[in-house]
């Protein structure tokens, strides 16, 4: 079936570095892809999506593309800041439903 | 718009106890979703529906029950609560777009069984 493999963390960075969150996912055709953000205490909210492959999907400095040939959508952002630390899924439409990875936790000290 | 909201937002339940726990969504959404979220496990869904009346199994469906009478409402129901139920509970809502499911999230019901 499809599912979602993100990189185990947590993820510790200190303020102004680069971030890499791996995500490969498996599934029949080409699923939209989304970045989930939880913040300590809170619901999930939308980062970005892809529907289709190469499109690149962006906001608040991260950005990921859809790579159909690696199966991949890698989380990225130049320079992190405090704020940003939160835990982060990926995730993948399977039909009505979506399908998120486990979760990778992002700490970012000043 | 208060967008997605769950209630209660904290309970504590003895083993065999029942409750119910109520999803809200004033956006007019044709989806909605229940998940619980537990360490090392990420997101699963428990069921889900996709219109007014409907319901869908999830991942993990055993020992819940839902329902659907209202568009905007979406009740999850725990009819015999175990201690392996205590978990954190996530409501959703979507509207129906075929390659686009963003889904808007409510902020959670922190479940404990003892």
């Known amino acids: 079936g499809d599912s979602v493999t993100q990189m185990e963390g947590p993820v510790t960075l200190s303020e102004e570095a680069f971030l890499t969150i791996n995500c490969t996912y498996t599934?029949?055709?080409?699923?939209?892809l989304f970045w989930y953000v939880q913040y300590p205490g809170e619901g999930l909210q939308l980062l970005l999506k892809?529907?289709?492959?190469?499109d690149k999907g962006s906001n608040k400095g991260f950005e990921a593309t859809y790579r159909k040939e690696t199966t991949s959508f890698h989380l990225e952002k130049g320079s992190v800041q405090v704020s940003d630390s939160a835990v982060y899924f990926c995730?993948?439409?399977?039909?009505?439903?979506?399908?998120f990875g486990k979760g990778t936790t992002l700490s970012v000290s000043s | 718009n208060a967008g997605v909201t769950q209630t209660p937002k904290f309970r504590v339940l003895k083993t065999g106890q029942s409750m119910t726990l109520l999803c809200a969504q004033d956006?007019?959404?044709?989806?909605m979703y229940w998940y619980r979220q537990d360490p090392g496990m990420g997101l699963r869904l428990i069921h889900y529906s996709v219109g007014e009346g409907t319901t869908a199994k999830g991942e993990v469906p055993d020992g819940y029950n839902v329902s659907r009478l209202k568009k905007q409402n979406f009740l999850l129901g725990l009819e015999s609560a175990a201690p392996s139920q205590t978990s954190v509970y996530f409501c959703a809502s979507s509207p129906h777009r075929d390659r686009d499911l963003e889904q808007y999230f409510g902020p959670g019901t922190r479940l404990t069984v003892t």
């Open positions: 956006m007019n959404h044709e989806y």
């Open positions: 599934a029949t055709g080409y699923p939209s």
């Open positions: 995730a993948l439409q399977a039909g009505t439903a979506l399908i």
């Open positions: 892809a529907t289709k492959a190469d």
